[in-house]
């Protein structure tokens, strides 16, 4: 089940307002273009931003993701009609010709059980046409991120149109590595508590390697994620030809 901060439909509404500054999105892009892909696969691509993003550019773009409220506030978008949006994940796709698969945000990490993020991995590697390539981004345990998941360094109010003053904050739950769980509450102007409960999965880089040569990728690169310079990596794979 997606988290409520996607798939509760107030939340999904308010995703983009509180987190309006999307420049991660644009070394995507530029990888995209990099790789000369022309057909994106956008995994878990949410309330369709990055996927909008790369539409406006003339890709083409199948966008997924298994929050139906958040694929409605995808659809509404300015230009969604060029997005072909499926409800589901990497694993209930229909046959698929694409160049690149993407992973961005926290998506990678959701995956919880090897079993899940294997089958994910396969999933976008059917999508693929042979020496296509899977990008993604997921933060080094090492660096230990969760730390600042704290009320105190998080607390924000932010006047949001059609909602008035809206109040957030993260609270940290649980570290139990290689998983965090950490608590979004949103406080509403008519008085209204939303909370969501999130776990991410911190996976090693020599793990991550590992799970994608046994899915059929090479890995080329590994980058440093551009606007968290030190705390992320971001891996480009390419797709093993046959044989």
């Known amino acids: 089940m997606p988290d409520a901060v996607f798939a509760d439909p107030t939340l999904a509404r308010l995703y983009d307002p509180l987190d309006p500054d999307r420049g991660d999105l644009v070394p995507y892009l530029t990888l995209a273009h990099e790789l000369g892909a022309r057909r994106v696969l956008d995994v878990g691509c949410g309330t369709g931003t990055f996927a909008c993003l790369l539409a406006a550019e003339g890709f083409e773009v199948v966008g997924v993701d298994p929050a139906g409220a958040s694929l409605e506030v995808a659809r ?10 499926l409800h589901g994940d990497a694993t209930t796709l229909p046959p698929l010709q694409t160049d690149l698969a993407t992973m961005t945000g926290n998506v990678a990490q959701i995956f919880g059980t090897d079993d899940a993020w294997s089958a994910t991995l396969r999933g976008a590697h059917a999508a693929l046409v042979p020496g296509g390539h899977l990008v993604f981004e997921t933060r080094d345990p090492a660096q230990r ?5 704290t009320r105190e360094r998080t607390h924000r109010r932010d006047d949001v149109p059609g909602f008035g003053v809206v109040e957030t904050w993260t609270d940290l739950v649980d570290v139990s590595l290689p998983f965090v769980t950490f608590r979004g509450t949103f406080v509403l102007a008519d ?3 939303l909370r969501s409960d999130s776990t991410l999965r911190f996976r090693e880089h020599d793990e991550l390697v590992a799970s994608l040569e046994d899915a059929g990728y090479v890995v080329e690169q590994v980058r440093d994620a551009p ?3 030190g705390l992320e990596w971001v891996f480009v794979a390419r797709a093993a030809e046959p044989g």
């Open 76 to 85: 509404g978008k300015p230009g969604a009609e060029r997005v072909r949006w």
């Open 227 to 229: 606007d968290r310079p």
């Open 145 to 149: 991120f969760w730390e600042g998941w």
């Open 191 to 193: 008085g209204r508590v």
